[in-house]
Nanobody
């Protein structure tokens, strides 16, 4: 099964930035579309971004568009989520997931522990 590990979360002030990492072991991440999700307490998981495997196209939820950027570093077998202009509403646990394509419904990995992002003054 596809195994992904999220890292890079932390506590930041509103307006600050973080870069999250989604690292794969044992397989090339560029074979897959990678989606970022987040889940705040009491809420369902929300898909916020995706980067395709075929053409590198990126997609963003309206809630993060213009503030977050998804990217790949194939040499490091890692997908990143650069988060700028962070808001308290961005506070959540962030997860990454592998799909065959950004529009696909089938998640290839099991949910991991995620990485916690807290935005607070």
């Amino acid at each position: 099964q596809v195994q992904l590990v999220e890292s890079g979360g932390g506590l930041v002030q509103p307006g600050g930035s973080l870069r999250l990492s989604c690292a794969a072991s044992g397989f090339p991440l560029d074979d897959f579309a990678i989606r970022w999700f987040r889940q705040a307490p009491g809420k369902e998981r929300e898909g916020i971004s995706c980067i395709s495997s075929s053409d590198g196209n990126s997609y963003y939820a309206d809630s993060v568009k213009g503030r977050f950027t998804i990217s790949r570093d194939n040499a490091k077998n890692t997908v990143y989520l650069q988060m700028n202009s962070l808001k308290p509403e961005d506070t959540a646990t962030y997860y990454c997931a592998a799909h065959w394509r950004c529009g696909g419904a089938h998640r290839l990995n099991s949910w991991g522990q995620g990485t916690q992002v807290t935005v607070s003054s």
